[in-house]
């Protein structure tokens, strides 16, 4: 049985807690609601986010209050944050890619230490640096899709290219695919 530790934020209001979990194969996190299912109120109901065996589900909108609230300290858009989580990790906190990407953002360790993330499963700690990071991208480049290939790519490959989205097959998709996820959290 594979065992892993998850670190969940949840927010609850203007408060914050952090729990920690052993989790076998499956983990669902309940982020706000109440206990009493109420079918006539659906707002109430809490969102649930799955984690585990290939094909769960994970909504990334579980993490809107974290990232509503670090959008509005980075000042980067909320819905940019969104549409990277989406593309990146599919909201799950403890993502670690092929090339050794982590959390919510996908952050290399070294750029998560460089953005202030000592810990990039950290939830807060994952976003805040991503948004910094982003944040920087969008003031170097003052193009939001060459902040995106940056992002993705590097930004020593953006400029390789004369400050256009490198040739690369797997770069372009995720740009357009992550602009095409902003324009849909704008909803």
């Known amino acids: 049985?594979?065992?892993?530790?998850?670190?969940?934020?949840?927010?609850?209001?203007?408060?914050?807690?952090?729990?920690?979990?052993?989790?076998?194969?499956?983990?669902?996190?309940?982020?706000?609601?109440?206990?009493?299912?109420?079918?006539?109120?659906?707002?109430?109901?809490?969102?649930?986010?799955?984690?585990?065996?290939?094909?769960?589900?994970?909504?990334?909108?579980?993490?809107?209050?974290?990232?509503?609230?670090?959008?509005?300290?980075?000042?980067?858009?909320?819905a940019l944050l969104m549409a990277v989580i989406d593309v990146e990790s599919g909201g799950n906190p403890v993502a670690v890619s092929l090339k050794g990407a982590r959390g919510l953002m996908q952050l290399m360790p070294q750029t998560a230490l460089a953005q202030g993330a000592s810990d990039p499963f950290d939830p807060y700690q994952n976003v805040v640096a991503g948004a910094r990071l982003l944040d920087t991208l969008l003031a170097t480049f003052g193009d939001l899709s060459l902040a995106l290939a940056a992002y993705n790519a590097g930004e020593g490959a953006v400029r390789k290219y004369g400050g256009a989205i490198p040739p690369y097959a797997e770069t372009q998709r995720y740009v357009r695919r992550v602009m095409e996820r902003v324009a849909a959290y704008r909803r």
């Open 1 to 78: 049985m594979h065992r892993a530790m998850l670190a969940a934020v949840l927010v609850w209001g203007a408060s914050c807690h952090v729990c920690e979990a052993k989790v076998a194969a499956h983990v669902e996190m309940l982020i706000g609601g109440s206990n009493e299912a109420d079918a006539d109120d659906a707002a109430d109901q809490p969102l649930i986010v799955e984690f585990g065996e290939p094909g769960a589900r994970s909504k990334v909108l579980a993490w809107t209050p974290l990232v509503e609230q670090v959008a509005k300290r980075i000042g980067v858009d909320q």
